[in-house]
């Protein structure tokens, strides 16, 4: 079993900067793929970004490329995702995911954190 804690979300103006963090327990953090996604109301979960488990591998979401960077310390279980330059339709609830597999991790993953909210205002 895999628990992931997400923070970090909070309120911001557009061209601010924040940054999430995911620590997980309850297995080998290092041996997995993580990836960020983000909801809004009343549409599907969108995949942001993701990472191999040694961190030397990272794929992005056409709208958040050049803004955002995902990065992990498996010395401290966590996976970061820093996000520059952000956009009013950044606005979401943000979500860590964890799966072995690196393409897995984007499409399906089985484990989830609980979400932080990401505000971004005009």
């Known amino acids: 079993q895999v628990q992931l804690v997400e923070s970090g979300g909070g309120l911001a103006q557009a061209g601010d900067s924040l940054r999430l963090s995911c620590t997980g327990s309850g297995r080998s953090f290092s041996e997995d793929a993580m990836a960020w996604f983000r909801q809004t109301p009343g549409k599907a979960r969108e995949f942001v970004a993701a990472?191999?488990?040694?961190?030397?591998?990272?794929t992005y979401a056409d709208s958040v490329r050049g803004r955002f960077i995902i990065s992990r310390d498996n010395a401290k279980n966590t996976v970061y995702l820093q996000m520059d330059s952000l956009k009013p339709e950044d606005t979401a609830v943000y979500y860590c995911a964890a799966e072995l597999r690196f393409g897995v991790v984007q499409r399906n993953p089985r484990y989830w954190g609980q979400g932080t909210q990401v505000t971004v205002s005009l």
């Open positions: 990472i191999t488990y040694g961190g030397g591998t990272t």
